[in-house]
T-cell receptor, first 113, second 114 residues
């Protein structure tokens, strides 16, 4: 089945130690998104890629970066994780931008020690 | 995108219809109503969307009022696995030509009771 895959489901890192979360998709969608969801809150968009075009949300901290080496894969890099970055990180895809349904992966829960 | 208002929580008996309301009184003519749900510790899942006509798919039905200021998501025969947070989101459609993120509100926690 076509899907959005996120590995690992749980990631533990140390305060200040860089960490990379990965997302892959078999839907061949043009757009890939990264959302952050903290406990008991709604998901919040960090950035998205339309093909190779990167679009950062205005309030996304510089500590968060992303890479999309090809259509199928997208990575979220957290350069120096703080305790406040502990959250569920959700990857989503859509065929196009405006108005398109987004398909989400299962998420990676990040714990910062 | 228009702001939505949903009740924070609802209960529903298993096997009965679950009717989840959403108010979006400031909706614009080119904005669609989308519903997603998020089961605990999983990613959000698309359910259904519509512009002004009622819509039905294998998961649910969407009833939009004639003035489009509110809508209701109906799960016809709720099961325990339907327990989740349900998000009503209003956003522009494909003709807008500009990127739009999904702006999630606080949603409704639906609990299906045995």
């Amino acid at each position: 089945d076509a899907m959005v895959i996120q590995n690992p489901r749980y990631q533990v890192t140390q305060f200040g130690k860089p960490v990379t979360l990965s997302c892959s998709q078999t839907l061949n969608h043009n757009v890939m998104y990264w959302y952050q969801q903290k406990s008991s809150q709604a998901p919040k968009l960090l950035f998205h890629y339309y093909d190779k075009d990167f679009n950062n949300e205005a309030d996304t901290p510089d500590n968060f970066q992303s890479r999309r080496p090809n259509t199928s894969f997208c990575f979220l890099d957290i350069r120096s994780p703080g305790l406040g970055d502990a959250a569920m990180y959700l990857c989503a895809t859509s065929r196009e931008l405006a108005g398109e349904t987004q398909y989400f992966g299962p998420g990676t829960r990040l714990l910062v020690l | 995108d228009a702001k939505t208002t949903q009740p924070p929580s609802m209960d529903c008996a298993e096997g009965r219809a679950a009717n989840l309301p959403c108010n979006h009184s400031t909706i614009s003519g080119n904005e669609y109503v989308y519903w997603y749900r998020q089961i605990h510790s999983q990613g959000p899942q698309y359910i259904i969307h519509g512009l002004k006509n009622n819509e039905t798919n294998e998961m649910a039905s969407l009833i939009i009022t004639e003035d489009r200021k509110s809508s209701t998501l109906i799960l016809p025969h709720a099961t325990l696995r339907d327990t989740a947070v349900y998000y009503c989101i209003v956003r522009v459609g494909v003709s807008s030509g500009s990127a739009r993120q999904l702006t999630f509100g606080s949603g409704t926690q639906l609990t299906v009771l045995p």
